[in-house]
């Protein structure tokens, strides 16, 4: 066997011997790289511009086993074994392999992008070998990879573009006479002072205030008046958010860096690049994250979770809580250097029961945009009903006002709109002694605590027909977990069932 195998060689390079002299002036001048290998990958001629392109001298080629040379490796660093070598299979099966975007290993260990066609030899029908004819192809694949990252990069610009347009639908716009924020009042024109002031620089701002005072709205006006107002403004609801999704929601995170991370991820920092972040319902924040919230606030770096590179981001940092703050940093619950670099510039929204004089100007607004919305035709407010109003203490400020206003124009009949409030009576008794002690807070009992507490519930039951979970319900109005607010309904001994007219108390 070996005799004939011995023979075959011999008369394979015979054959290509007799190819390479016939063949010299082409060989020689040819562009491409060219080279031939005998029935058993053996080299048997290397043309000059083979050798430039793979750093070997044709003697030191020639008679050796191609593949092992310049093809034993792929693109990704795995082992490309020879049966699996398309140049090989052309003497084995006798078909021309055409191959696109492999890649040659050189003498001195580096590596080129080339396209190649491996071409069987016959003699006398007999399959003797194949030459192969190759281009260096490294300058159209690197154009290729530089195309493909673009069109990458449109498509990430395109998802964030999609990302911050549905975030900016989260945003409250309301008509007014500045940036939707109504009201004539001392307190209000504070307010808008304040938003004229720091609106132009780039400081962080700390809106504090009850719920439904008009915090996100206050940061609307910052951001509309700012620099930055051609950017996005990008709210983060930190009490909406599960604890250890925290730092994926701020930060984003890589693809496969934790269970059900199926693709990378921005997170709001990034979205807000160039912008603004408000984050609302700041003291929410678990203390774990507060130290890499602090980072980005002082060196605007970060890292996605479940990836090393640090990436760079230009915000603005709006944040708005109705918590104490300072209380929270006293029980070390929320760090003081954090508070301290949140609160550069404080912003304290007053509630709405110390301003009853913008509350029939809110409440005209608002049926407006009610009217509006239902499409009910035209209501109005009748001097008897802003009195009313305005004796309530609206426990949940702005938005509960909305909130009766809306079913208001629900329930009207012939024009007249219909105010359904919750104990007018008890509510303002409070809100009289509020103003009796010049409209600074009151240093209460722990009774006057307790009715404070009742009547913020019963007008939430009430506004909420008597629903405590869930969206719209009791417990979102007032800000708490709906496992809280029914432990406080059971502890004063408060009654309501859907439906009702008014909560009642347990005697």
Not at 131 to 146: G, L, M, N, P, W
Not at 358 to 384: N, S
Not at 437 to 460: F, Q, S, Y
Request: with cysteine.
């Amino acid at each position: 066997m070996s005799v004939h195998r011995d023979q075959a060689d011999g008369g394979a390079d015979a054959a290509f011997g007799r190819i390479e002299r016939e063949n010299q002036l082409i060989l020689r001048a040819a562009g491409e790289g060219i080279y031939g290998v005998n029935a058993v990958g053996k080299t048997t001629f290397v043309n000059p511009a083979a050798e430039r392109m793979l750093g070997w001298k044709a003697e030191e080629l020639v008679g050796h086993d191609m593949h092992s040379l310049v093809h034993h490796t792929h693109a990704d660093g795995s082992h490309y074994h020879d049966r699996e070598c398309p140049i090989y299979a052309a003497f084995r099966d006798g078909a021309v392999h055409q191959v696109d975007h492999e890649k040659f290993w050189r003498k001195d260990g580096t590596s080129f992008w080339v396209d190649y066609t491996s071409t069987p030899i016959r003699d006398n029908g007999v399959l003797i070998g194949a030459v192969i004819v190759f281009r260096d192809v490294s300058q159209r694949h690197d154009a290729d990879e530089k195309l493909r990252a673009a069109h990458q990069e449109v498509d990430r610009l395109r998802k964030r573009l999609e990302l911050e347009n549905a975030y900016l639908q989260e945003q409250i716009r309301i008509d007014g006479n500045h940036h939707g924020i109504i009201g004539n009042s001392a307190a209000i024109q504070q307010t808008l002072r304040q938003v004229d002031l720091v609106a132009p620089t780039d400081a962080t701002v700390l809106i504090t205030g009850e719920s439904g005072t008009g915090k996100e709205l206050v940061a609307r006006a910052i951001h509309d008046d700012s620099k930055r107002s051609n950017r996005p403004l990008i709210r983060v609801n930190c009490a909406a958010i599960p604890g250890d999704l925290f730092e994926s929601e701020f930060f984003g995170h890589a693809k496969g860096a934790f269970t059900g991370a199926l693709r990378d991820r921005i997170g709001r920092f990034e979205l807000a690049d160039g912008g603004t972040l408000f984050l609302d319902e700041v003291g929410e924040i678990p203390l774990a994250l507060q130290g890499k919230l602090l980072r980005v606030l002082q060196e605007g770096q970060f890292e996605r979770v479940g990836e090393a590179r640090t990436r760079n981001v230009d915000v603005r940092v709006i944040a708005a809580t109705n918590r104490d703050l300072k209380a929270q940093v006293r029980r070390g619950g929320f760090r003081e250097d954090l508070y301290f670099r949140l609160n550069v510039f404080p912003v304290e929204l007053v509630p709405l029961r110390e301003r009853a004089d913008d509350i029939p100007l809110l409440a005209v607004h608002l049926l407006r945009e009610a009217t509006k919305k239902l499409k009910t035709g035209e209501l109005r407010l009748t001097e008897g009903d802003a009195r009313r109003l305005s004796q309530y203490a609206w426990p949940g400020n702005v938005r509960e006002l909305q909130n009766v206003i809306e079913r208001a124009a629900i329930l009207a009949r012939n024009g007249r709109v219909r105010i359904d409030l919750p104990d007018v009576a008890a509510s303002a008794q409070l809100g009289r002694r509020t103003q009796a002690a010049g409209g600074k807070p009151l240093v209460l009992t722990d009774d006057d605590r307790r009715e404070r507490d009742r009547i913020n519930i019963m007008a939430a039951l009430d506004a909420c027909g008597g629903k405590v979970f869930g969206r719209g319900g009791a417990a979102e109005m007032l800000d708490v977990k709906p496992t809280t607010l029914a432990s406080r309904i059971k502890t004063l001994g408060i009654r309501f069932e859907r439906g009702a007219q008014a909560p009642e108390q347990r005697v």
